[in-house]
């Protein structure tokens, strides 16, 4: 056998050696390209699909807007919650779904559609785009709910906030709620929690629930039981006197 093969030879032998193995390289460099435009090519998706829901809600926001202290007529809440809807409907995943959610519970809340409001914004604590929003929505929820009666499933809502951002407007719900109930100690103390709570961010607030806590009548505290040698020196020091 000669040493060295012929040129012949040696395309021959490259032909068969690429014939048996060209899949296992091609393949792997095919899936690298495709997994790596098909990542861009998501991502852009994802991008165009945040602009497009982006530049709705700005047109949302546009067509609710209102003059301070002016309501919004029936024509223009009609608009407002067509534009709404659809914004959920095609962007159900995105905080912008979640804003739009939120104020068509506001819409329902205002025309005293309560059941509505609690659909829209159990959607927003259920699936919220992130936990402050979801937070959010639970506060507002708790409100309607107290409103249609239930103050223990109110209460339950806002027991306990996960963000410290949100743990003073929980206790200053809480605190609204056991007024509404006539319970005006326990209103007391959660709007004292609320106060203790409040972040700095938001000290404007502070006198407004410092007002609230003044106009309740602060918990009673019970008095300690007096042990029966107490209560006869007691007695004995009524009868000297």
Known sequence: MAEHLTEEEQVEALKRWWNENWLSIVLPVALV?????????????QLAE??????????????????????????????????????????????????????????HVEDNQLDEAVARLEMVVDNGANESISQL???????????????????????????QAYKALFAEIRGDIYLAQGDEGAAHTAYADALRALPASEFNR??????KQDSVAKPEVASPEQ??????????AEGDA
């Open 33 to 45: 390209l495709v997994g790596y435009f098909g990542w861009n090519g998501w991502n852009n998706h």
């Open 50 to 107: 945040a602009q497009v829901a982006s530049d709705k809600f700005e047109g949302l926001s546009a067509a609710a807007e209102v003059e301070p202290g002016a309501a919004m007529s029936a024509e223009q809440k009609l608009t407002v919650s067509e534009l709404a809807q659809a914004l959920v409907a095609e962007h159900d995943d995105t905080l912008y779904a979640d804003m739009a959610n939120l104020l068509l519970a506001k819409l």
């Open 137 to 163: 929505a639970k506060a507002r929820l708790a409100r309607v709910v107290s409103a249609q009666g239930d103050n223990e499933a109110a209460l339950a809502l806002v027991s306990s906030a996960s963000s």
């Open 206 to 211: 502070t006198s407004f629930i410092q007002l």
């Open 227 to 236: 042990s029966p040698v107490e209560e006869a020196a007691a007695g004995d």
